[in-house]
């Protein structure tokens, strides 16, 4: 009888161990096939993939700030009269990616993506809760370079963060007064630094010289806007904006002759 119940207690051991390992596997196939739909910017599908490792594993952290990220990517894609659908997936996107940092509070990556994704939902939220949503931005890309000195799209989020406190309405800045208790800590000049800082890491990322010459062109500095922008019209495109990007710079130095 003794030798039956041992034979039977491995058995479900040795079961359960290969269960775990082919749910093991499945989590990294479903990952990896996520990766290539992401690098296709196949966005939903992409979304939806990461999300399904997360059932499976819903302590992995891979799965948890990746689907998070092509949550966020997938509603910025869409028309803006799908407004409701928009604001519910970048809330759904918040919730991927704080979920990410629960289970890894030291991975830079659920940080910063966390910090995009509040970026994305404070577009749908007015007044106050706009400024509250901004001091939570800065925390956590903060958070991201505090982990990942190197991550240049961190800076990138931390000088939109400047850019866009220096440059609010006043009735919004009425609000940044209240919460930030006085003047509004964001200035055009903390942005040029942030975004030099990320080009200064990633040299080849288009956005970041964009943004550059948009902030001198909020500081009236038109003739430094130049060399950005020339810079945006020159690099090779990479990302799925990129296209956009160029064509915007270049309508922003049509404007300057």
């Known amino acids: 009888m003794k030798k039956i119940l041992l034979f039977v207690l491995v058995l479900c051991i040795v079961s ?6 082919a749910q093991t596997d499945q989590v990294a196939l479903l990952i990896t096939k996520g990766d290539s739909l992401a690098a296709a910017w196949n966005h939903e599908m992409a979304a939806i993939t990461y999300m399904n490792a997360l059932k499976l594993d819903p302590n992995n952290y891979e799965a948890a700030w990746k689907a998070g990220d092509e949550t966020t990517e997938f509603a910025n894609k869409l028309s803006d009269n799908q407004k409701t659908r928009k604001e519910s997936l970048f809330e759904k996107a918040v919730e ?11 991975g830079w990556e659920g940080h910063f993506k966390l910090s995009v994704a509040y970026g994305r939902l404070a577009l749908f939220r007015g007044g106050k809760k706009k400024i509250e949503l901004s001091k939570l931005i800065k925390i956590e ?6 982990l990942n000195p190197n991550a240049d799209l961190a800076y990138h989020v931390l000088g939109r ?8 309405s006043w009735v919004l800045k009425s609000f940044a007064k ?11 000049e903390e942005a040029v630094k942030m975004f030099k800082k990320a080009i200064e890491i990633n040299p080849n990322h288009i956005e970041h010289y964009l943004e550059l010459a948009r902030t001198y062109q909020y500081m009236g500095k038109k003739e430094l806007m130049k060399a950005p922008l020339k810079k945006v019209l020159e690099l090779p495109n990479v990302e799925e904006d990129d296209p956009e990007f160029k064509k915007e710079a270049k309508a922003m130095l049509k404007k300057l002759k």
Do not use: M, R
């Open 96 to 106: 991927l990616c704080k979920k990410a940092t629960e289970i890894k509070p030291d």
């Open 178 to 188: 209240i919460l930030y208790g006085g003047v509004p800590p964001g200035t055009n």
């Open 161 to 168: 963060w400047h850019q866009g406190l220096a440059n609010l």
């Open 16 to 21: 359960s161990a290969a269960l775990f390992s």
């Open 141 to 146: 890309a903060d958070k991201a370079v505090e």
